[in-house]
Structure formats: C-alpha cells, structure tokens
C-alpha cells in the first residue's frame, strides 16, 4: 500500500494521497538505482512513499510498524500477511521461507530409507513346502495334484479333470516375405497330435522359428491352412491355453524366483482360485523343476544373473507351465545349457508332454539320447520339409535315399548335415546341387500317405467328443483363465513397486537430481530475495516508480521447465523402455496391455511424487517465491507428469540405447517453448500461439506469472505486465487443467505406442 506525509498537500484531502512532490535528485537518482535502506523516508513535506519491506504501514499510512514474528511484509504492506505453519520467519521479515514442503520431504525420506534399507521381503513369504502341503492336505488336494499335472486344470463349477483332448494338423503351409525371393517356409504339412514332445531340427536359416510362429498362430500363413481338433481356427484365439518359452529368458530381473512364477499364476491361472492355492500351485511347479531351494533368489539379469542358466531356463518354463498351457513351444531351451542340463531338461519336457501336453522345440545339436527321446521329428531345411515323423524311423527313411548312417554316429547330427547338404548320398538321383530341394520333392511323394493318415485322424475326431464342439470348449476354457481386468492392473502395480525398491541407488538417485534441480535455481535466485517482480504502482502513483522488471517471472517459468526436463526425462524412459522385451512376451501370452500399462503408470506417481516434491521445496527455500508452497508444488508435479508421459511416449517408439536423449531434447523443447524467449507477447504478433500452446511450458509459465502477480496487485498495474508478456491473468486453474491434459495426452501416446510398435512381437 502507498504510505504518505501525515500533513496534507495544497490539493490533497484526508482520504485521498497528497500529490507527488519529487525528492532531491542525489536521493531521487539512488533510488532509480533500486538501492535499499537509502533515501526511504520522505525528502519533501508532501512526498508520497511506498512502505519499505519488513514493515507494514496501516492506512491511512502515515504510521510504519516493524513486521511481526511469524508474518512477512513485502514492499508496500499495508497489514502483514501470516507465514505457513513451518515457515521461518522472524521478526521484520519481507519474505517467507517456506519449510513445509522440506519438512515432509524429510519425513518421507525417512520411512523410503527404512524400507528400502531393512531387510524385508515385501510380502515374500518363507513358505516351508512339506508343512504347507501337509496343512493343505484335506482342503487343497485338488490343487496340488492340479499343480502336479498341470495341464489337468478343472474348469470352474466342475468337478472332473477331463479337458477335451487338443491336436494340431496343418496343410501346405507357406509363409513368404515380398523383400525375399523365396518363401520363408514352404508347403509344409503334418499333424502334432496330443501328448507329443516334437523337435524341429535344421541349420540356421531353415524357417524353423518361421514354421514354430505359424504352428503357434503369432502370423498367419500366406497359403494353407492350420486346424485344431480338425476345424480351421485361430490358435491366437487360444493363447491363454498356449505356453511359449522364447531362446532368451526373458523375467523381471527384480523378482524373486518365486514371486516371479507367483505373478504369473496370478495372470493366468484360474480366476477362481484362492491367493492360498495359487501359493500351492507354485510351490508344487517349483518342486517339480527343482527350483523350490532358489525360490527366494532374486532372478536377476542376463549380465549379472543370480541364479544358474539352467535354473533361469527352469523358471522360464515354469512361469508357462504355471498357466497350465495345453500346448507349450519352447525356442531352443537347451541353447547354453551343458548336455547334462540339457538333457535333464528334455526328460522335464518329457513328462510334461506325458501329462497330455503337445510340447514343440526347436533343437540345435541335441544329442543322441535327446534325439532319442523325442516322439515326433521336423527336419527343414531353405524354408522346405524334408521330414516328418518318428525318430526312429528317419534312419530308414534316408537310408532308403541312398544315405548311409553309421550305427555309432549321432542321427541328429547326420540329419543335420544331409539338411546342409554337407552329406553325399549313394543314389544316382540326388545330386550334391540343391540337394534340400531335390529332398524336399521327394518328401512330398510321401504326403499322400501323410495325408491319409490326416484325414483319418479327422475322421476319428468328427465321430469322437473332440468335434465339432472341442473347439467351443476350448475357446470356452480360455476364456475362464486369467485374472480380470483391476486384478491385472493391481499385480502389474504390487510388481512395479517391488522392482522401483529394489533398485535403490536408482530411486533414490532420481529423488536426488530432482532436489538438486530445484536447489541449483533456488540459488540463482537467492541474491532477488524474493522480489521477482517490479513494475509500474497503481494510479495516482506512477511517479513513484523506480524500475520495471517484467520478465524475471517468465525466465523463473523457463528455468523450472528447463530443469524438470533434465531431472526427469531419463527415468521417465526407464518406465516402459527397460522392459520391452518382458511387455512383449506377456501381452503375447493373453495378458491386458491396458492392465499392464495402467499398473506401470501407477507405479511411476510415489516417484514423481517425491522428486517433484524436493525440487519445489529446495526451490521455495532459497527463491522464496511469493505465492504458496503447496500451489508450486502442484504446478511442479504436473509437469513432471508432463515430462515422465513424454518420455515414456519416445521410449516405447524408439531402441532403448536412443531413448534417454531423444526424449532430453523433445522435453527440452518443449520447455524452452514457455513463453519467455521469444516473449509471448511476440509469438501472438506472429499468430504462432497455438503452436506455443501445444506445449505444457507455456501454460506452466502462465500459471507462475499470474500466482506471483496475486501477490502484488495491490502494489503495480499487473495488466500492464501481462499485455507486455502476452499471458492472461485470472485463470490458474485453467493452466493447471491443461497441463494434466497435455501429461494424459502423452500417456495415450505412450500407449497406443505399446499397442501398436513391434505388434508382430506381442502375438
């Protein structure tokens, strides 16, 4: 508020501010100069002044009182205005420097170091096998023997285990790439019935992954067509009832062995089932693949695994046998694995496929004994079948062709070599050029007794309870598998969580660099103490101004956006960027991409919670802002909200190596698009301002200017100030809105992006 001389002017009266009557020039030039503490009193009878800060000036201002303890009085107070609960402010304070925001960071700080740093096993329990199957006995018998056999899942309300049986026949099937000048794989035709363990065997470049994606249905065959039970399906339309166990391990390197198979379970088992039973059912798959002694070993990564591969292979197949698949495929299991292991693994897969389980892998070099145990063989070789059947029966068959195989050499490894044409034949009629093309016609001289044997499998399965309607129950019992839409969301959360506290370092680094952000302004700013605005004084008192600062807020704007980008761009593309490959695999599985999406958004908001929060607060202590804390705050967190949504959008479009500085600059721009440099006010002239507008640091910086303005309009002609900049007053709550809009606008990106980037991977 205007103070003035207690004595009255010639023109002036009691209720109204004496006229100006100018100092002497020396005082008049110092205070042009914005000196302090100088030439503060009236240096004329009829002088009007403005209250200095630290004091207050009652009206009608001819009286000037030292502020109070616990108050603040800016320049120009005419009564004090109340500190915060936890804000320091002594005696003759022009500023208030806001402790709240500090005090519950600490506090916060506090109970994350506890948890993160005492030992608990957040919800993994010690669960001893033997006690619990025991207890569980008389209740779950059902369930452990449904764990035991996991294929023999009872459909809800039933209380037989007698699923109808599943098969696969497919016929001349051909995949082909337009950039290729052959098809990837060609003509192939069989039938995998149930309870097989078949192997697909060939050199690289065979089509064997081609052949094993068109059996399970993530593509579709160019010609041909693939039957289940004898009727043309959809495989995909099966996916909940089809486990696939990729070449590379692919599991939350953050989970437990047993909290891993338990998540899986959770998605995919029964949606009857009890937490009890589903504890039940993983402890009984563990014991089975002899995993039960690591179950409380973090599982780790490929580069610093904490378990064994063989154990890592083991967990892979467990969290797809959990789901109690009718069909699994496996793409090179025994890859990596010591012969011992890999044979160890293949009798698992074995007794699986004796549970009624068709179990299809891709072999590389398997040994003898392997290729002995195998009931089904597919020899391919350029993208064509050279044969299919008993492994028993492969000596005999290229015997006949002129191939002599020795008693004591490995069959798989000479089936190998015959399919690289790296074997030479006795016969006159196969040739050492092209000789997997001349193989692959005489293999198609058998189809007809292949095609026989089809077509009376099918018979059997048309007179038989497996069609016409096996097809309807198995539809129907994959539509009873997996957990609902909340229930997917609260898993892929409780699973966020658990994986933000048990990288630490990362966290509590990324709580670190947002105060820091906040800090390094905060001391930018700390020489303003707390005048960030000056402009022009209110009618009858223009005369009186000394100096015109109108882009100090704008540039204050700037630098919050500026910073916020820095601090949080990279741990916004850590969200969905570091887990691609996971994220693929369980939407291919049947999981809900929206569930999984909406799980991961929500574990990212205690993040972004407590970063933005120490920024606001270092922020608030040393700039001393003139607006409350708890509106900066909430200014700071949507534009963290803004920055984690962009970067997330950028890290699911691009490779996760690009990511984290795509997304610095894209967040950068956007930030440095706030209205300060070009002024608004000149981007308007332009008729740019839409443009401008599309950006969150636009309405952020607008939403600054006018909380610091509120706070001096009693003082200056704020309206001068805004048609100078170029932003709008009076409508806050309006930025605010449109900062979330624009942070959920980047959510809906981020996740038509999962949804619609490396679709031929989520199948």
């Keep these: 508020m205007i103070a003035k001389n207690s004595l009255p002017g010639p023109e002036s009266k009691r209720t109204e501010p004496p006229q100006y009557c100018p100092p002497t020039k020396e005082c008049q030039a110092v205070r042009l100069q914005m000196a302090e503490n100088t030439c503060d009193q009236p240096q004329g009878l009829y002088e009007p002044i403005v209250c200095t800060k630290g004091y207050y000036c009652p009206r009608p201002g001819d009286q000037r009182y030292l502020c109070p303890d616990k108050h603040y009085c ?9 500190c915060g609960p936890l804000s320091v402010c002594p005696s003759g304070s022009s500023r208030e420097f806001h402790l709240d925001g500090f005090v519950v960071a600490m506090i916060l700080d506090i109970v994350l170091l506890i948890i993160v740093f005492v030992p608990l096993r957040l919800g993994v329990s010690n669960l001893d096998f033997k006690k619990y199957r025991k207890d569980s006995q008389s209740s779950s018998e059902e369930v452990l023997e449904v764990a035991e056999r996991p294929t023999l899942l009872s459909i809800p309300g039933e209380h037989e285990t007698n699923y109808p049986s599943i098969s696969i026949t497919y016929e001349e099937i051909t995949f082909e790439l337009s950039e290729l000048n052959r098809p990837v794989v060609s003509s192939v035709s069989g039938s995998i019935q149930r309870g097989m363990l078949c192997g697909i065997l060939g050199p690289s470049g065979a089509g064997k992954t081609t052949l094993m994606r068109l059996l399970m249905g993530k593509i579709e065959p160019t010609k041909g067509i693939v039957k289940v039970n004898g009727s043309q399906t959809t495989i995909s ?16 390197s953050h989970l437990t062995v047993y909290e891993t198979i338990l998540h899986a379970c959770r998605l995919r088992g029964p949606r009857n089932w009890s937490e009890k039973q589903r504890s039940v059912a993983t402890q009984s798959i563990m014991q089975s693949l002899g995993i039960l002694h690591i179950q409380h070993q973090l599982v780790g990564d490929q580069l610093m695994s904490l378990i064994s591969s063989g154990q890592r292979k083991r967990v892979s197949i467990a969290t797809e046998l959990i789901a109690a698949p009718m069909m699994l495929f496996l793409d090179e299991p025994t890859s990596g694995l010591d012969s011992t292991t890999a044979m160890v693994l293949i009798d698992l897969l074995k007794k699986i496929s004796g549970t009624g389980v068709i179990v299809v892998c891709i072999l590389h070099q398997p040994r003898q004994e392997i290729f002995v145990a195998l009931d089904h063989v597919m020899l391919m070789a350029e993208g064509m079948q ?3 059947g008993s492994p028993g029966e492969a000596a005999s068959y290229f015997s006949s062709h002129g191939f002599e195989i020795s008693k004591d050499a490995n069959p798989a490894d000479y089936l190998l070599d015959i399919a690289a044409s790296k074997a030479r034949s006795a016969s006159p009629h196969i040739g050492t050029v092209n000789m997997a093309q ?7 001289q058998q189809q007809c007794i292949q095609n026989e044997a089809i077509q009376h499998t099918e018979d059997e399965i048309e007179t038989s309870e497996l069609a016409p309607d096996a097809v309807v129950d198995l539809e129907r019992t994959a539509a009873l598998r997996g957990a609902s839409w909340l229930r997917q969301v609260q898993y892929c959360h409780l699973r966020a969580m658990k994986q933000q506290l048990r990288q630490p370092f990362s966290l509590l680094l990324e709580i670190a660099v947002g105060g820091v952000a906040g800090l390094l302004i905060g001391l930018g700013l700390y020489s303003n103490k707390g005048m960030h605005f000056e402009g022009v004084y209110l009618t009858p008192f223009e005369m009186l101004s000394s100096a015109v600062d109108y882009s100090t807020v704008p540039k204050i704007g700037n630098m919050i956006t500026l910073a916020i980008a820095l601090a949080a761009s990279a741990p916004g593309v850590s969200t969905f960027g570091d887990e691609k490959p996971l994220y693929w695999r369980e939407a291919a599985a049947g999981h809900r991409r929206s569930a999984y999406f909406t799980g991961k ?8 919670t407590l970063s933005s929060l120490h920024f606001a607060s270092f922020y608030a202590i040393l700039a001393t802002p003139s607006i409350n804390f708890w509106l900066l705050y909430v200014l700071v967190l949507l534009y963290f909200y803004c920055v984690y949504g962009l970067a997330s959008a950028v890290s699911v479009a691009v490779k996760r190596e690009n990511g984290a500085l795509l997304a610095m600059i894209l967040c950068l721009i956007i930030g440095a698009f706030g209205g300060y440099a070009p002024m608004l006010s000149n981007v308007q002239s332009w008729h740019l301002e ?9 309405w952020l910086t607008e939403a600054y200017f ?13 309206h001068a100030a805004a048609a100078w900049t170029g932003f709008s007053l009076r409508r806050t709550s309006l930025d605010v809105v449109m900062i979330l809009i624009i942070g959920t606008f ?11 980037f490396d679709r031929d991977k989520q199948r």
């Design 706 to 718: 006018d909380l610091v303005l509120k706070r001096v309009e009693y003082l200056y002609d704020v």
């Design 746 to 756: 980047y959510r809906a990106v981020t996740f038509a992006g999962l949804v619609f």
């Design 601 to 608: 958004v929500l574990a990212t908001i205690p993040r972004m």
């Design 690 to 698: 839409w443009l401008w507008r599309l950006c969150p640091g636009t």
């Design 438 to 444: 001349q193989l692959a016609r005489m293999w198609e």
């Design 237 to 252: 339309r099966l996916k909940k009832l089809t486990g696939y166990v990729p070449s590379d391990d692919i599991l939350p």
């Design 386 to 388: 050279l044969y299919e």
């Design 74 to 82: 800016p320049l120009g107070t005419e009564s004090p205005v109340k």
